[in-house]
C-alpha cells in the first residue's frame, strides 16, 4: 500500500528557509505525479508545486515562484520541496500527495490526488 511519511516542518523567521522531505514507499507504478499542499485554519487547501515524474516538468502556483523549489531524489523515492525568503503568509499545515500516471489539466487541483501524506506545519515569523 502507497505510504507518504514527511518530515522537515518548523518554526522560521521571515527571510529564512526549511526543506521539507516526503518518503514514498509501496509505490507499484513506473510514473506518477507527486506535490506539495498547504492549508491555512480558514483557508481552503493550495496547491504549491507539483512534479511528474515521468518527464521531470514541475508546476508552481504563483505565490511561491522564485522562492521554492520542488524536486525528486530518484534513488531513495524523496520528494523534497526546498523553501527560501520564507514569508509570514507562508505559514500553513503542508501535505505532500501522490497520484498514479499523468495529471491531464491542473497539477495543482488536490481533488486529482489519491494519496496522501499526515501533514508537518510550518510557522513563519
Known amino acids: 500500500h502507497v505510504q507518504l511519511v514527511e518530515s522537515g516542518g518548523g518554526s522560521v523567521q521571515a527571510g529564512g528557509s526549511l526543506r521539507l522531505s516526503c518518503e514514498l514507499s509501496?509505490?507499484?507504478?513506473?510514473?506518477?505525479?507527486m506535490g506539495w499542499f498547504r492549508q491555512a485554519p480558514g483557508k481552503e487547501r493550495e496547491g504549491v508545486a507539483a512534479?511528474?515524474?515521468?518527464?521531470?516538468?514541475?508546476y508552481y502556483a504563483d505565490s511561491v515562484k522564485g522562492r521554492f523549489t520542488i524536486s525528486k531524489d530518484n534513488a531513495e523515492n524523496t520528494l523534497y520541496l526546498q523553501m527560501n525568503s520564507l514569508k509570514p503568509e507562508d505559514t500553513s499545515m503542508y501535505y505532500c500527495?501522490?497520484?498514479?500516471?499523468?495529471?491531464?489539466?491542473?497539477?495543482?487541483?488536490?481533488?486529482?490526488?489519491?494519496?496522501w501524506g499526515q501533514g508537518t506545519q510550518v510557522t513563519v515569523s
Open positions: 512534479i511528474y515524474t515521468g518527464d521531470g516538468s514541475t
Open positions: 500527495a501522490a497520484r498514479a500516471g499523468r495529471v491531464i489539466g491542473d497539477q495543482l487541483d488536490f481533488n486529482v490526488y489519491t494519496y
Open positions: 509501496g509505490n507499484s507504478y513506473t510514473s506518477y505525479c
